[in-house]
């Protein structure tokens, strides 16, 4: 079984773009949650996508935004880059039917913001 | 407020060196714990999930534990492969929250 993927895998942009961030769950599985990893905070939750709704919210800034497809795919957007946004964003499946499932990681999406 | 602290921060051992990692959390409705493993620059990498106090679960050189307020990593005789941070993660009601992990270096 494929495992969750995640495009691009680097990524660089200026202050003040925005960039877009693309997850593949593992196939059947409904969530999608996306999180940010840095070496000071470690693993901070941003938001959960189930059956394409907004279903959990992590304290992050309206800059910060996501979708569910149909498929389960899922896409999270950042606009307006600042320097702090240099991260590694990690995409996590799971079924999403109930609570204490496993999540599966995808690799992550390295960003740099110059 | 739903916390989780994981110590010691880092961790070195000889190579056939056993030792215990530690996971203390404060969450309302604990509906699970998990234990991931994480090599640099990759995404966690799923290890166990434990869903009630007294529950115990193994793989290979690890052996996970949960009480209710902590959660214990043994690792025995470990090798040095077995060098990665390793991050608990409690499960409330509507979240997950990852304590920002233990990095262990087992030197060879």
């Known amino acids: 079984k494929a495992g969750v993927t995640q495009t691009p895998r680097y990524l660089i942009k200026t202050r003040g773009q925005q960039v877009t961030l693309s997850c593949s769950p593992i196939s059947g599985h409904r969530s999608v949650s996306w999180y940010q990893q840095t070496p000071g905070q470690g693993l901070q939750f941003l938001f959960e996508y189930f059956s394409e709704t907004q279903r959990n919210k992590g304290n992050f800034p309206g800059r910060f935004s996501g979708r569910q497809f149909s498929n389960s795919r899922s896409e999270m957007n950042v606009s307006t880059l600042e320097l702090g946004d240099s991260a590694l964003y990690l995409c996590?499946?799971?079924?999403?039917?109930?609570?204490?499932?496993?999540?599966?990681f995808g690799p992550g999406t390295r960003l740099l913001v110059l | 407020e739903d916390q989780v602290t994981q110590s010691p921060e880092a961790l070195r051992l000889q190579e056939g060196e056993s030792s215990s990692l530690n996971c203390s959390y404060t969450v309302s409705g604990l509906r699970g714990l998990f234990w991931y493993r994480q090599d640099p620059g990759k995404g966690p990498e799923f290890l166990f999930t434990l869903y009630s106090a007294g529950e115990e679960k193994e793989k290979e050189r690890l052996k996970a534990t949960l009480t209710k307020k902590e959660s214990f990593l043994h690792i025995t005789a470990p090798k040095p492969e077995d060098s990665a941070t390793y991050l608990c993660?409690?499960?409330?009601?509507?979240?997950?929250?990852f304590g920002k992990g233990t990095r262990l270096h087992i030197l060879p």
């Open positions: 996590a499946s799971s079924f999403g039917t109930s609570g204490g499932e496993t999540q599966y």
């Open positions: 993660a409690p499960q409330a009601y509507d979240k997950i929250i």
